[in-house]
């Protein structure tokens, strides 16, 4: 059995931890890395400048006020009333009465505990709003941290494509004044020297506008290294997902909302408690007397029925954006594994193709030592070399990208 064979022959499991082992080794790190330090920092950083933090206070405030509301005794606060009689202007007989009492007005079947629920629904909801502002505040670091590592990934290859240059330069002036070789290899050695030195300044300025951007987004001075990070092992969306349980508690509070208002079809029954005192001339004691008063409204289930129907329309509305939702962030996390497993690959093929470059170069500088070929060819060598090993250097920082893009779409915040 050849190793391939043994490879397939392992449980999917295993398969799994050799690729997450094989992707760790070609980022250069250990398998420890997901703590991911500075892309945490960042992220804490940028959500804290987004002020998300106060919002959440006052939406969770919303809440509790509401669970507050349904913790009294009462659906309204309670009214004083008076009223005063007389026929001063009138008869004259010396009529007096003085009515006064309480009004308190009473909770509807189902509507305190509809009400307290609402309540709850919506400090989970600021919570989860919470979590996915966190997620996309996320999304946008990796992005920006990781255009960092590019540039600088690009810079450091300029630097060292300029160094070579430069000794490549002072082997050929050498060579020129010991007379081994004419004054216009020279100049061509020159002219690549400063090729080299324009494309080191070009890779400094995109690295100042990437870090800019950077700066600017978090608010941090300084930049850190992007750290890749180890792909998470899902494969299917779940309802943990911050994008998900943001729309799953939408679900919940618009449930909630719906049967608090169908609730509020009785809503207007009050209670009154008051007395009376009435005197009915001016010789005449005072007859005193009290009563209870209760009102029920009728006619309340026809007028809160578009309001009813309004709520059912957006619960409806939230629970199909939660199916939709799904589904795209299904979709979205099978094309980000592929696309990470594609670069993957990616890097792979740059590997051998600086290996091949690196050897061609090499043989290639031996024959030009020993005269057999002329300075152009080794200058078309040593740019084939440079450039297969920016690519496999970018290649290597776009795998890490790619993780990293497929972390977020799995809705990995960094902790």
């Not at 669970?67 to 001063?88: I, V």
């Not at 920006?144 to 430069?166: I, K, Y």
């Not at 919940?252 to 009785?266: F, K, M, P, Q, S």
Request: charged share 25%.
């Amino acid at each position: 059995m050849n190793i391939l064979d043994s490879l397939l022959a392992l449980p999917c499991n295993a398969r799994l931890a050799i690729r997450l082992g094989t992707l760790v080794l070609a980022l250069g790190l250990s398998p420890a890395s997901h703590a991911q330090g500075g892309l945490t920092d960042a992220v804490a950083a940028a959500y804290a400048r987004q002020g998300q933090d106060r919002l959440v206070e006052k939406q969770q405030a919303v809440g509790q006020h509401l669970e507050q509301r349904a913790a009294q005794p009462f659906s309204a606060d309670p009214a004083f009333n008076l009223k005063y009689q007389t026929d001063d202007i009138g008869s004259g007989d010396g009529y007096r009465e003085w009515e006064g009492g309480v009004n308190l007005p009473l909770w509807s079947p189902g509507q305190r505990s509809a009400t307290s629920q609402e309540a709850r629904q919506m400090v989970q909801m600021a919570t989860a709003v919470a979590r996915a502002k966190r997620l996309d505040i996320a999304g946008e670091v990796r992005e920006r941290l990781w255009a960092v590592a590019l540039a600088r990934s690009a810079q450091r290859e300029a630097l060292l494509a300029s160094e070579t240059a430069q000794r490549l330069q002072a082997d050929v002036r050498r060579r020129v004044e010991a007379g081994e070789l004419p004054r216009s290899n020279l100049l061509l050695a020159q002219e690549e020297t400063l090729v080299r030195e324009d494309g080191v300044r070009q890779a400094e300025n995109r690295v100042r506008q990437a870090e800019q951007l950077f700066r600017v987004y978090t608010g941090l001075a300084d930049v850190p290294d992007a750290e890749p990070e180890a792909p998470d092992a899902t494969t299917e969306i779940s309802i943990d997902h911050p994008v998900l349980a943001l729309a799953e508690a939408k679900v919940g509070l618009g449930r909630a909302r719906r049967d608090r208002i169908a609730t509020e079809r009785y809503s207007g029954t009050s209670l009154w408690l008051g007395g009376k005192s009435v005197r009915d001339t001016s010789v005449s004691g005072y007859k005193s007397s009290v009563g209870v008063e209760i009102t029920v409204p009728f006619g309340r289930q026809v007028q809160r029925a578009p309001a009813v129907a309004e709520a059912e329309a957006a619960l409806t509305e939230a629970i199909l954006d939660r199916q939709r939702s799904q589904r795209e962030l299904q979709g979205k996390l099978a094309a980000a594994r592929l696309e990470y497993e594609r670069a993957e690959s990616a890097l792979t093929l740059a590997g051998k193709r600086k290996s091949i470059a690196d050897e061609s170069l090499r043989l290639t500088r031996r024959a030009f030592e020993l005269g057999e070929i002329d300075l152009i060819r080794l200058l078309q060598a040593r740019r084939d070399a440079i450039a297969a090993r920016a690519a496999y250097e970018r290649r290597r920082v776009q795998l890490g990208q790619a993780i990293a893009r497929f972390n977020q779409t799995a809705g990995v915040i960094p902790q």
